[in-house]
């Protein structure tokens, strides 16, 4: 019986994979629209009860059928348990007896089935969201009852008649699931606490990904320009402005020329100047770094280093950062230093720690 189930499991983690993937950029963009950041916690639940949807909903409904016959029989059944007395029915009739007979027949196995196909459930409504067991049972209920009825229209009249009996065992099951799923959610370590919307948050003195994004393409714009214009494509002279445009004018005075475009400057993490070491350390680590890297590194050089290269820069400096309440990457964090909005310099506060 159990091995029924395992192409329906495969189909639904298939279709994970698929749609997770479909989903992932709107899921991040959406994210960070609401809340500034990704809060990592939020976007793993949301993953898992996507994986767990998918594979729930691939169980219940597959396989579908290949050709149906619709005979007129009742596919509906009201009778509350009613799966004990097909139990007994049964095992009167093959001769069996005694409690393995009863937790190895197809009738308890599917019973046990439906009740832990709701399990997940109830641990991540009470685990990440905090609700109470009325809330899961009413949960629980609804998804169940959704669910027969769909089985009960043919899936919304996509067949001309069920092929699947809509049961109120199934409701009672599916429903003891999700509140069994609450009994035990305090021991699910895996599963994590969803924060509250003001612990989400990306702190207000931040600056975005997005925008330094676009603070760094003003700065590649301006040094691609002079280099070319002025110095002819000299490649020393690149570095040379490089480190005029990304270190000596913030030392100078706070910011890039990208900064200064989108309002933001770059400050110690304790929200006072920042010193030109600290401001040269940042960028070693950064983008200066990944340039003088591109200038001087031989052609001859590994190509899976190069690549190493680029992903450490990316992945540190602007992709950790995005789950981070002090929108903070690599560079800074071994710096000490922060981006800040130019507005804010006057009232810069200290920044403190934050998960």
Known sequence: MLSSYLEPVRTGFAAFVGVGALVLLPLIALHYYRFGRVEPRRALVLYGLLAYGLVAMAVIFLPFPSALECTGEDMLSTTPFRWVTDMRNNLAATGRSGVEAVVTSTVFLQQALNVALFVPL???????????????????????????????????????????TADVDDLISNTAGSLVGWMIAPVALVVPTVPHP??????????????????????????????????????????????TVRVVLP?????????????????????????????????????????????????????????????????????????????????????????????????ATPLTPVP
Do not use: M
């Open 251 to 347: 030392s100078l005075t706070g910011r890039t020329p990208g900064g200064w475009l989108l309002r933001y400057g770059l400050r110690s993490a304790d929200g006072t100047r920042a010193n030109p070491l600290r401001i040269a350390l940042r960028e070693l680590l950064g983008v200066t770094g990944l340039i003088t890297y591109t200038t001087l590194a031989p052609s001859s050089w590994w190509f899976a280093l190069d690549l190493a290269v680029l992903a450490v820069f990316v992945l540190g400096a602007f992709a950790l950062p995005v789950f981070r309440r002090d929108q903070r990457g690599l560079p800074d964090l071994a710096a000490g230093t922060r981006a800040v909005p130019t507005a804010d310099h006057s009232r």
């Open 122 to 164: 109830g641990v991540v409504l009470r685990k990440s969201y905090g609700r109470g067991p009325f809330a899961v049972i009413a949960v629980g209920l609804g998804i169940s009852l959704a669910v027969e009825v769909v089985q009960y229209s043919g899936n919304l009249g996509a067949f001309p008649c069920p092929y699947r």
């Open 198 to 243: 003001d612990a989400s948050t990306a702190r207000p003195d931040t600056v975005s990904v997005p925008r330094r994004l676009l603070g760094l393409a003003v700065d590649v714009i301006v040094l691609i320009v002079l280099t070319h214009l002025v110095f002819r494509d000299n490649l020393w002279w690149l570095l040379a402005l490089t480190f």
